[in-house]
């Protein structure tokens, strides 16, 4: 699949969803997630994200999405907003909004049907994974708020 990613809001764009996603990193590893058959990349692997609710904003699908895939229940204060890509898939525009979210020791994780697995991925097994497509450039995105 090729989509566009963009720092800036391109010319024509018109974003059909927005979404959330959650940059949760312990001792050097980012929280990753597998795709269970049942969407649309299956067997990929991306951080919790997913679409805001009617009347949502991005911290709370943030924290929604977080909880309802893996169980992690965080603070507005443990979420800090690092940004948006503008995506451009063949069939749809999209914003995607990156949080980061601190915490000192790793949680319990809880999958819902959503995902097949997790685990705690350094930059060197995130480069042999099958990620999403986008993930990787979104990765790169959150890594260099962490530098900003």
Known sequence: MV???YQTKPQGFKAAVEVSACYLEIDGQLLLL???SSKP????WGVPAGKLE???TPTQAAKRELYEETGIL???SD???IGSLYIRKPNMDYVYHLFQITLKVKPEIRLSSEHLNYLWASQQTMETLPLMAGALEAIQKYRSSLID
């Open 3 to 5: 989509i566009e990613l």
């Open 34 to 36: 597998q795709c269970s």
């Open 79 to 81: 979420l800090r907003a």
């Open 54 to 56: 009617i009347g949502e």
């Open 41 to 44: 990349e299956p067997g990929k």
């Open 74 to 76: 965080v603070e507005n």
